[in-house]
């Protein structure tokens, strides 16, 4: 067998297939294993001798291997245990926690690493600065929503999700290019809004006799500029949204004029369906002023705060992944590597909680 020499000591020629299962095992492992496991730090050690030196076999082999053995016989433990649970077996804070802390991670990584490298990357009224402009408030929701880490934040959490949701499907309309004439809506869209809310706010005035006297206030002053008259602000409505039924110019709630659900299925994806049915609903119950009765149960107030970190995690690694796919300020490997990075560590917790209930399942039948 031909002799090689690494690092000055006499190694041999491994087969391929045992070089590649110590490179394999070692991969498998550390997807399972906590970063505090006690052989945690050995394996990566035994894995960082093995890649890029296929077919090379170190003088420590044969207590690499002792070592891959011992830890593989103790997974295979740990999966046998994950097989007698379910997802209900997690203690609900437990599992609120762990999506809470992805949740927080990602948010930080962007703050750190992204936001400085968006700004200035507007470039005037175009598709990329609607969808920077709306990014950015899908980023600030975020950053509040990983600010909140406790069960009594439902309220806040719900509203988070709600937010989050509507600017991702806004963001999807502009990626998919779903809406005709999408640009000059959505910015023309700020001052049919601002009109409508400063007329309900004078119509509210006249009716509870609350106007200031002897002085304009900012919204009259508002509607009196002349390109604020109803006249102008119709013309702007039948020129861009065109006119309804009666033959009125359209009055958008929305810079789409679309309905929520009605933007949900032009964008005819299942994730964001999915989402949308998921959610959206359960955030209505907690925010609108009504009686429900899932303030009653704490348990059911984790799981649903557990939902919104997890969705609201979806959405924002998307959008974030969407937006550097516009603008290019990180490489795609690069972003990529380091959510896959956050999720890995998830996964591992989440395993682990999986592990702990299924033994504790098993014990228990044990017992009985």
Request: charged share 25%.
């Amino acid at each position: 067998m031909r002799r090689l020499r690494i690092g000055g000591v006499s190694d041999s020629q491994l087969p391929r297939n045992l070089s590649n299962w110590i490179t394999s095992a070692t991969k498998d492992l550390l997807a399972l294993m906590p970063q505090d496991y006690s052989d945690y730090k050995r394996i990566t050690e035994v894995q960082s001798q093995y890649i890029g030196h296929q077919n090379i076999l170190l003088p420590s082999a044969t207590e690499d291997v002792q070592i891959i053995m011992k830890n593989l016989i103790i997974a295979y433990d740990c999966v046998a245990a994950t097989i007698k649970a379910e997802h209900k077996d997690i203690p609900p804070e437990n599992l609120t926690s762990i999506y809470y802390d992805q949740l927080r991670k990602s948010a930080a990584y962007v703050k750190d690493e992204l936001i400085e490298r968006l700004k200035g990357k507007e470039n005037g009224k175009t598709s990329r600065t609607a969808m920077l402009h709306i990014y950015g408030r899908i980023y600030l929701w975020v950053q509040s929503a990983a600010k909140l880490d406790e069960i009594t934040d439902c309220l806040t959490l719900a509203g988070c999700l709600r937010a989050i949701l509507e600017l991702y499907i806004d963001l999807n309309l502009f990626a998919c290019k779903i809406i005709s004439g999408d640009i000059e809506k959505y910015f023309s869209f700020q001052r049919i809004d601002k009109w409508n809310k400063a007329r309900n706010i004078i119509r509210l005035r006249a009716y509870y006799s609350t106007s200031p006297s002897g002085r304009t206030t900012p919204v009259e002053r508002f509607l009196d500029a002349p390109e604020n008259k109803e006249s102008e602000i119709n013309a702007l409505r039948e020129q861009i949204w065109g006119k309804n039924k009666k033959g009125k110019p359209f009055n958008p709630r929305h810079w789409s004029n679309m309905y929520l659900e009605d933007r949900v299925r032009s964008l005819k994806s299942k994730d964001i369906a999915e989402i949308y049915i998921s959610s959206y609903y359960w955030c209505n119950f907690f925010v609108h002023s009504m009686y429900h009765d899932a303030f009653n149960n704490a348990t059911t107030v984790h799981l649903f705060n557990w939902r919104c970190y997890n969705f609201t995690h979806k959405m924002f690694l998307r959008a974030t992944k969407l937006i550097n796919e516009v603008t290019r300020v990180i490489p795609a490997e690069e972003l990529e590597g380091q959510f896959e990075n956050i999720e890995a560590e998830t996964f591992k917790l989440f395993f682990g909680e999986m592990v702990k209930a299924g033994r504790g399942k098993m014990l228990s039948k044990e017992n009985n």
